[in-house]
């Protein structure tokens, strides 16, 4: 139990990766709010955690949307009386080629990425003061040698790297440690790409030297609960690849 008395706040937890580690931090004892846009997932989030004994709490929020945001920061201290952890997770993906791509869709990218990661640090920052974590999660993608269709999602990430590294020199002084994943695990969206794309899936897939794709609670959560425990202590500003050895980031 690292995280006996924590509480985190997740986004896009109701499937996938969010869900994943949302899970690992509530059986390491800490209290979760799960936020994403739909909630009936979001309770199915809530209720497995509720079973194997943890603590939780579903809040419907649009990241894109300001004043969702901080009305989910303000929830989280009227339920538990602080924030512990923040995990950026939820990101809308911009893909296809610049010629396909509109700036509508890119728009949409920067909003639920690197604006909603900014937004919710900010808030979260009069909370973490004294101890608290930043997970921020940007992609394998970006490290990709050849980016064809994948310019954009590669950019918005890399956008919330940047922002992380700075909040992780300037916060580090109010006791506040800021990292990054870059995960590949076995998520819907890993899923419906292997499905559309199933010969680039597999090449891809095939340069993992481990030969596998991560576990969303087993591989992601796990690492990320190791992240934000003490065990961690000194692990500032980092982005870490948790892909099975596929991305080299030099």
């Not at 929020?61 to 339920?79: F, M, N, P, S």
């Not at 808030?123 to 980016?147: E, F, Q, T």
């Not at 590949?184 to 340069?207: N, Q």
Request: charged share 20%; with cysteine.
């Amino acid at each position: 139990m690292r995280l006996q008395g924590k509480v985190a706040l997740v986004t896009g937890a109701g499937q996938g990766v969010g869900q994943g580690i949302a899970y690992a931090l509530a059986t390491e004892g800490a209290k979760l709010v799960v936020t994403g846009r739909t909630l009936a997932k979001l309770d199915a989030t809530v209720a497995e955690i509720m079973r194997r004994g943890g603590t939780a709490l579903a809040v419907a929020c649009d990241v894109r949307d300001a004043q969702a945001l901080e009305a989910v920061v303000a929830r989280t201290g009227q339920a538990y009386g602080g924030l512990n952890i923040l995990v950026n997770n939820a990101q809308e993906v911009p893909l296809g080629t610049l010629a396909q791509l509109d700036e509508a869709a890119l728009a949409v990218g920067w909003e639920s990425g690197p604006l909603a990661t900014f937004r919710l640090m900010k808030l979260a920052y009069p909370h973490l003061k004294g101890g608290g974590n930043i997970v921020n999660l940007a992609s394998p993608a970006a490290m990709r040698w050849d980016a064809s269709g994948y310019g954009a999602y590669g950019a918005v990430k890399e956008a919330i790297r940047q922002l992380s590294r700075a909040a992780a020199c300037e916060w580090a002084k109010d006791g506040i440690r800021t990292n990054v994943i870059l995960p590949l695990a076995d998520s819907p969206a890993m899923a419906g790409w292997t499905r559309e794309r199933p010969d680039e899936a597999a090449a891809f897939i095939a340069t993992v030297p481990m030969q596998r794709v991560g576990a969303c609670e087993a591989d992601i959560g796990r690492f990320v609960v190791t992240l934000c425990s003490d065990d961690c202590a000194y692990i500032n500003g980092q982005s870490i690849a948790v892909d099975g050895g596929q991305a080299f980031l030099g």
